[in-house]
Each structure stands twice: as C-alpha cells, then as structure tokens.
C-alpha cells in the first residue's frame, strides 16, 4: 500500500515558544492519499535526483467537496508499507515545483522533486586541494544542508577546481577520480533526506527476480555504437602526445572513435584513459509489475527468452493507479573494459609490444589456454566460471562454442583441445567429443557439474544449435545471442523454452 502525506512541521515561532515538545504535540503530517488518483515516481542516471508526479482529486464545482490545500514549496512524503512485515518505507521525499491544472477537469497535477534538484540547480566554485572523494562530497553537500548517507570506499584522492558548474557536477568530477582508479561506476540518490553514493557495479536488487513467468509482461532490446570510443589518446598539458589506448577488437570491427585524455598529473595515465573506452552499448525495456526497490542505479536479474542475466538500471518509471503498481525500466548490460585494456604505447609508460590480452578478456580476444588435465571439481568448475562470467566472444551472436570451451579449459583436456583449435560450431564439437568418447544422449541423471549441454530446435531441421556449461544446480553458465555476453543463467535455465531440446551431454566434467 503506498501513502502520500504533507509534511508539517513546527514553525521557528512555536519553537521558541517551546523549547520542550512532547511527540504528541508535534504538528502531524496531513495525510492525502484519499484525494490521490495516481503516481508517477521516476529516476534517471543521467538526471539529478528522483521526482514523484501526482493527481489529486480537485474541484470548485462541488460545494460539499473540500480540497486537499497543497502548495507550492510544500513538502511530501512517498511511502509504502509492506502488510505482512506492518512497516511503513518511506521511499521519496520532495518538495512540490509545479502545479497545473485544467479548469475542464476534475483533478490537479503536482510535480516534486528531492533535494538533489538544488545541487543540480546551484553553481559553485570551490578548489578540492588533496582530500578524499568522500570529503569532497561532503564539503559540497555541506553548504546545502544536506547529510550524507552511506557511502562505499571513495578514498581516492582529487585535486580539482569547480569553476562555476552545478554542484552535481562536482560531485560527478570528484567521483569520475574514483572510477579512474577503480574502473566502477557510481550513483547519487537521496533516502531519508540523506545523500547517498551507490557504486553501480555492486549493487543488486535481492530476492527478486523478472520472469517472463512470472512478472514480465513485455520487453524490447536495441544496441548502438553511437557512444562508442574505441580510441583514446592522452596528451600532457602541451598538447604533446604521451601514449594511446586503443580497443582493437572494436577498431577493427566499427572504425577508430578517437577521444582524447589530458593527462592529470597526480593521476595514473593508463587508469584515465581506460575510463574513457567505451564499447558497444546495448539497450533493453522491461514492463513488469512493480518493485520499490528497482530504482536506477541498482541492477536486477532477469530470466526471459533472450535477456538472461544481470542488467544495470539506467532509468525507472513506477505508477502506481488504482492499487496496481507497475514498472518501466530501462536497462543496460555494459561490459567492464578492465580485461580488454593494452599498455599505453609509449617508452614512459614502459609498455610491452608482445603483450597479450589474457584469454578471458572481456574484449574476446584469443590466445591459446594450457590443458590443465584437473578433475573437473566443484571449487575448480566455479573458479574458471567466475573468469568466464562477464567476458565477450569475439564471434559475438556464433560465440556459444567459442565461450563454453573457454570455459571448461580450465579443468578439462577436451575443451581446451577445442578452444585452442578455434574450434567455434556446435558440429565440429560434438563430431570431436563423440571421437573421444565423450559425447552421450542427454539424460539428466547423467549431468555433472561441468559438463556441456547440447541443444537443439523443433523449428529448425538442422540439429546442434547451441551448448552452454552445467553449474551443478539446475542452471548454466553460456553465451547469449541477444547482448553477445557470458552470464550465469540461474537455477531452471537449462530449459530454454518450449523451442529448444537438450540433446547431447558432452562430459567435460571427466577432466
């Protein structure tokens, strides 16, 4: 249930009057969920804050309706209370901006927004002279009376002047230091009145889980290279050229964006430029029946036909009319470039010129992997998944051969015999495991951690058509054609719908 209420508080007049307040004398919040008839609450990465629209019952027409008397600059609180644990979540606090209404209609609209509007809204110019991230935002926020909230390790140290630029932007400027360092991506938003920092590639919306099954009820996917840099050239305060860093795999595969990066002298080259790639870029919607806690910024899995894995929200819109609440999110499944980066090419940076990308590279560059020859164990299996786990084929859409071997490399003979063949059909793998013995018909009982499954499709004459690797517990880890990535798809997955049939099982699992 979702409550919308007037904050009303004590004026500085009967403050002074009463330097002792008891709670029962404190002013009450004005409850107005009674004249509510929707909300839209909405958040946007690329936006400052979080706003909440509203229609309220209204009319003058009526002589024994009273209006709910709601102003400009008043301040709302947003809440739901969750029945069964009988506890009220305040989730968006604002102040109204706008108010607007048709003189035909029986309703008045009002926009609010939290306090990250007045930071977006207000220039400052202030030097950061050696002091943490963290300190820097909260030197920033300090002046607007805002607190801060939680916060993860932002101890990287910025130097920077905020010349005449909104105060989020320097909140963007002195976090754009941390990512430099560590490659992660960070988000502002406000809870409890408290401005929070939430580091992108953490955080995960927990114990739930979009299904076409279940809550899904429409999903569309695109991809752009539009954002794309697959160059980035630093260049000291001169001008002068001090080294590159580019991304061969989408150079050679879209052309050469070229962006480029003055060098800071208190900060590391490789790190600034590497923070500046960018790769192809896919987008995805989602309608769903809501969930508060799908708030941009925050990722969130997904089981559907072809969006398997974990998405990044970019943007949210939650409405919630006549007690149903419902969801629009718009996701992003965006790649670390960590793995796919190369020496800057240059003598100060003491770059290697035989360097090569590891073979897990995220970037899907291939290099040969040793045969290890372990027993496929469920310690070993895990530790070459979570390699494997995020990385991109080179073969992009054909890469479910290519990947799966990768994978199982690490613990099995067979596989990295394959992978280091460039072995990439579905036919070749299953005529080279049956060869050696290892290539049986499916049958569950069969399956161990490990092992590859072989599908095939009713629609289509032609057999072998996509294999991914079992993880023991009912789901799989393989590569998507949708978004061209490698994910775990969890506990159910290896049934990939009514289309598709697991044919063969070839046991890698064997060592």
């Known amino acids: ?62 002589k024994d309706w009273t209006n709910a008397v709601l102003e400009l600059g008043d301040e709302v609180c947003f809440s739901y209370t969750d029945d069964a644990a009988r506890e009220m979540f305040p989730i968006f606090q604002g102040r109204i901006f706008s108010r607007s209404r048709d003189s035909e209609s029986y309703t008045m609209r009002f926009v609010a927004f939290d306090s990250i509007i007045y930071l977006a809204k207000s220039r400052i110019t202030r030097k950061y002279a050696n002091v943490t991230v963290a300190d820097a935002i909260r030197q920033t926020i300090h002046d607007f009376h805002i607190e801060a909230g939680t916060m993860p390790d932002l101890s990287v140290v910025c130097n920077f002047i ?8 320097a909140i ?16 502002i938003y406000m809870t409890d009145g408290k ?12 114990n739930f889980l979009i ?10 996917v695109s991809e752009s290279i539009e954002d794309m840099v697959s160059k980035v050239v630093v260049v000291d305060s001169a001008g002068q050229t001090k080294g590159e860093m580019p991304n061969d795999i989408d150079i050679e595969k ?8 003055k060098a800071d002298p208190k900060q590391d080259d490789a790190s600034q430029a590497r923070a500046m790639l960018k790769t192809v870029a896919h987008d995805m919607s989602v309608h769903t029946l809501g969930h508060i806690q799908c708030i941009a910024g925050f990722s969130v899995d997904i089981q559907e036909e072809q969006l398997k894995g974990r998405f990044f929200i970019k943007s949210d819109s939650h409405r919630v009319e006549g007690n149903k609440h419902t969801m629009d999110l718009n996701l992003v499944f965006h790649k670390l470039l960590d793995e796919q980066k190369q020496e800057l090419d240059s003598a100060s940076y003491n770059a290697n010129p035989d360097y090569v990308p590891p073979a897990t590279s995220s970037a899907g560059s291939r290099s040969g992997v040793s045969i290890n020859g372990n027993a496929a164990g469920g310690d070993v299996v895990d530790s070459c998944m979570e390699s494997f786990d995020g990385t991109v084929s080179p073969y992009g859409s054909e890469g479910c051969v290519d990947r799966a071997t990768l994978a199982a490399a690490g613990y099995s003979p067979f596989a990295a015999q394959e992978y280091n063949s460039n072995v990439k059909g579905c036919d070749q793998l299953r005529a080279d495991a049956e060869a050696q013995g290892l290539a049986i018909p499916y049958d569950p009982s069969q399956l161990e951690k490990g092992d590859i499954i072989m599908y095939n499709r009713y629609s289509k004459p032609d057999p072998n058509w996509h294999v991914v690797v079992y993880d023991g517990n009912g789901g799989c880890w393989g590569n998507s054609s949708n978004v061209y990535g490698c994910f775990h798809h969890y506990e159910g997955s290896i049934d ?4 598709y049939y697991p044919a063969t099982i070839i046991k890698t699992s064997r060592g």
């Not at 299904?211 to 569309?220: F, I, K």
């Open 496 to 499: 990939m719908g009514s289309d």
């Open 172 to 187: 963007k400027q002195a976090l754009s230091y941390q990512s430099a360092q560590d490659g992660k991506g960070y988000h």
């Open 1 to 62: 249930m979702f409550q919308l209420a007037k904050i009303n508080k004590q004026t500085a007049e009967s403050a002074a009057q009463n330097t002792e307040v008891n709670q029962a004398d404190k002013p009450q919040n004005t409850d107005l969920s009674a004249y509510v008839l929707s909300y839209t609450w909405s958040g946007d990465v690329e936006q400052a804050g979080r706003k909440l629209e509203f229609d309220l019952a209204y009319t003058t027409k009526d």
């Open 211 to 220: 299904s076409d099954e279940t809550n899904l009820t429409g999903a569309s």
């Open 162 to 169: 905020a010349d005449d630029i909104s105060a989020t932007d």
């Open 195 to 206: 401005l929070n920092i939430v580091c992108t590639n953490d955080q995960v919306v927990e």
């Open 254 to 261: 879209f052309g050469t964006i070229q962006a480029i990066c």
